[in-house]
């Protein structure tokens, strides 16, 4: 469902920022936001990083290895062994990851193409990713209970539910044929 929010949200927000003329005056303003935002959200993530640091748990939880991209992994699929302060560290910096990259992404588009549209999206989304990060409730808003507990729900992605979905009626016919043939051999 947050997939669904985002979007609703992210409609009338390009919208918005789509309707305002972005002269040199207003570029320079939404700039200057953009990175005053970025700033503060860097903070705020190594401040969550002291906290990981700081906070020792040594519970040790089994987390299901992640796959990177549209590759298997070579380590194979299952579960590894750690404990909650790394997992909860690893997270942070996967937030920092998520955080810099559109960074440089935006920033890239906005220069090249002088677009301001994707600098003012970024005023409503990186909150928002923010507000939904677990590690960022648990470390920084002090949420606790059984919806935190470690490891969190991973959040479908819809591009490799969607190549699943297109791989599922070719494993399907697959095992038709072949249970087809048998009965066809039972048959004869």
Not at 14 to 40: C, K, P, Q
Not at 65 to 94: A, R, W
Request: hydrophobic share 40%.
């Amino acid at each position: 469902m947050e997939g669904m929010s985002s979007m609703l949200i992210m409609m009338p927000t390009v919208w918005v920022a789509r309707s305002v003329d972005w002269n040199a005056e207003n570029t320079m303003y939404l700039r200057i936001g953009f990175a005053l935002l970025h700033v503060l959200a860097f903070l705020v993530l190594g401040y969550m990083y002291k906290l990981v640091q700081s906070t020792p748990n040594e519970k040790k939880i089994k987390v299901p290895k992640k796959q990177q991209g549209f590759m298997p992994n070579p380590e194979g699929e299952g579960e590894e062994e750690m404990t909650i302060q790394e997992y909860d560290m690893k997270e942070v910096m996967d937030m920092i990851k998520n955080t810099a990259m559109p960074v440089l992404i935006i920033g890239f588009i906005h220069y090249k193409w002088e677009t301001a549209v994707p600098l003012a999206t970024q005023f409503i989304m990186l909150p928002m990713r923010f507000w939904q990060s677990k590690i960022f409730q648990i470390y920084v808003l002090g949420r606790d209970g059984p919806e935190y507990a470690r490891p969190f729900k991973q959040p479908e992605n819809p591009l490799a539910a969607m190549m699943g979905g297109l791989n599922q009626p070719q494993e399907q016919k697959k095992k038709s044929t072949k249970s087809e043939k048998a009965k066809a051999k039972k048959d004869n």
